[in-house]
């Protein structure tokens, strides 16, 4: 199975603020997903990122909100946009069977 | 993808068998049984999956009925450690245009107590 490397861990952002959330695999993975959780809550897909094409978002999420980056077969970002306290969550990347550490993130 | 049913929450003691049961009657015959669980604050962690035989590996094992409609998920030895939540997922099979994709319920949060 793969390995996944993902930061940063947590961050504290004001809101109006961007963050960018790296995830890298140890191996070439066609797909890449990437989740929210909610406090208390179970994982919810945000969207599928593949290499070489847009990624595919989940009802709810836009790009404009989430934007994703895919430059090669091992490696995606998932920035979160202009924050608001309601985006206070932990975010997971995935890929084979695998998930990354997740990114806590607080937005105040 | 098919949903899952899980009781919200189980005990076990330690040493145990913890046996957690899914119930996924919707089905489909290109649909595997996955099971992950998550320990506090950590990423999901995958057990085992299985398409309709029985299925174990060094963490665990998985029984699907028959029908194919239910699982059950077998800790033989439960410890301390085991206690997480646990996620039963019906997922497709490669090749299927949402492979990879996992929708998780609620899962079990299972508590093994000394």
């Known amino acids: 199975s793969a390995v996944i490397s993902q930061k940063p861990s947590r961050d504290i952002c004001q809101r109006g603020t961007s963050l960018t959330i790296q995830c890298q695999v140890d191996?070439?993975?066609?797909?890449m997903f990437w989740y929210r959780q909610q406090p208390g809550q179970s994982l919810t897909l945000i969207a599928t990122?593949?290499?070489?094409?847009?990624?595919?978002?989940e009802s709810g999420f836009v790009i404009d909100k989430f934007p994703i980056s895919r430059p090669n077969l091992t490696f995606s970002t998932l920035t979160v946009s202009n924050m608001s306290p309601e985006d206070s969550s932990i975010y997971l990347c995935?890929?084979?069977?695998?998930f990354g550490s997740g990114t806590r993130l607080t937005v105040v | 993808d098919a949903k899952t049913t899980q009781p919200p929450s189980m005990d076990c003691a330690e040493g145990r068998a913890a046996n957690l049961p899914c119930n996924h009657s919707?089905?489909?015959?290109?649909?595997?049984v996955y099971w992950y669980r998550q320990i506090h604050s950590q990423g999901p962690q995958y057990i085992i999956h299985g398409l309709k035989n029985n299925e174990t590996n060094e963490m665990a094992s998985l029984i699907i009925t028959e029908d194919r409609k239910s699982s059950t998920l077998i800790l033989p030895h439960a410890t301390l450690r085991d206690t997480a939540v646990y996620y039963c997922?019906?997922?497709?099979?490669?090749?299927?245009?949402?492979?990879?994709?996992?929708?998780f319920g609620q899962g079990t949060i299972l508590t093994v107590h000394p």
């Open positions: 997922i019906v997922r497709v099979a490669a090749g299927g245009t949402s492979y990879g994709k996992l929708t």
């Open positions: 919707t089905i489909s015959g290109n649909e595997y």
């Open positions: 990122a593949n290499q070489g094409s847009e990624a595919t978002y």
């Open positions: 191996s070439q993975v066609t797909m």
């Open positions: 995935s890929a084979m069977n695998t």
